[in-house]
């Protein structure tokens, strides 16, 4: 039960707090709804009458002011002018003056919380409440992001593990990796294009790479098939290295001549590895 005390700072007779802080936790306490056991008395007609603390229960949107002897809708008292929605619609006997005839109260409060204004208030109200704070925003929109980023980059790993494994598959075999003409419209754009092409058929990340994806980044074009080999290359002869370092071997070298003319030199590396057995 909120105490009567006149000076409390919720009584809808005191301003709004100014700071956007301190303006949510108002909003979050929700209306000021005092249970006295005596409400100031007005004469109306040859009756007196007052404010009943039962109107709280049929209306969960209503407040009283203990200081103006006054009603007041909380969420029209928030809200009436929030991003303009209520301009031109404004009810201020319930969210400035106050409303104090209580002969029509019951008719009055139906009518009010009908209206357009009182709806729109409701609905900057629930906005309101819902509404997340900006660093929460700003964190899940990073992190959002970061998880864009961490999905693409796991695909194109993938998709990467598979033009290395064509390009291993055309290396072993010692075959040619393109052909005269790459262009899209040539029937032999080269074994290493049209293994990807027969692949992108039968793998949908593949296809949806080709297809989808910039095609300033497909990762087929001449310079990425020499740099894939450069780099399988160079993978190879470190994990040569790392195999016979500190190791004896043997060197075995024959140089030959191609159909172009053109010198070929063959190095074999041999080494013996120890043998361990058990027992």
């Known amino acids: 039960m909120i105490k009567s005390n006149p000076d409390n700072p919720d009584d809808p007779a005191n301003l709004l707090p100014i700071s956007q802080l301190e303006r949510k936790d108002r909003v979050v306490r929700g209306p000021f709804q005092p249970k006295l056991k005596l409400y100031p008395r007005t004469k109306f007609g040859d009756r007196f009458r007052c404010f009943n603390k039962s109107w709280y229960e049929l209306f969960n949107w209503l407040e009283y002011s203990v200081k103006l002897d006054r009603a007041f809708c909380f969420p029209c008292r928030m809200f009436t002018n929030s991003s303009g929605i209520n301009a031109g619609h ?18 009055k409060f139906k009518a009010h919380q009908t209206s357009n204004t009182h709806l729109n208030s409701i609905t900057s109200l629930t906005n309101f409440l819902h509404l997340k704070p900006i660093d929460t925003v700003l964190d899940e929109e990073r992190e959002h992001i970061h998880s864009q980023k961490e999905q693409q980059r796991l695909k194109n790993r993938q998709i990467m593990q598979r033009l290395i494994d064509i390009t291993l598959c055309i290396g072993i075999g010692g075959r040619s990796f393109r052909g005269k003409n790459e262009k899209e419209t040539s029937y032999n754009k080269g074994l290493f294009k049209d293994i990807v092409t027969l692949l992108a ?7 949806s790479h080709l297809e989808l994806g910039p095609k300033n980044a497909t990762y087929c074009s001449n310079i990425i098939q020499n740099d894939l080999i450069i780099s399988i290359s160079q993978v190879l002869k470190n994990q040569l290295k790392h195999k016979i370092e500190n190791k004896k071997i043997s060197i075995i070298a024959d140089e030959t001549s191609d159909l172009g003319h053109h010198e070929q030199l063959s190095i074999v590396l041999s080494n013996c590895n120890k043998m361990y057995r058990e027992g």
Do not use: I, M, Q, R
């Open 201 to 207: 058929k039968y793998d949908p990340l593949l296809k």
């Open 90 to 107: 404004t009810e201020s006997t319930y969210s400035k003056v106050g409303f104090n005839n209580w002969k029509l109260a019951t008719t």
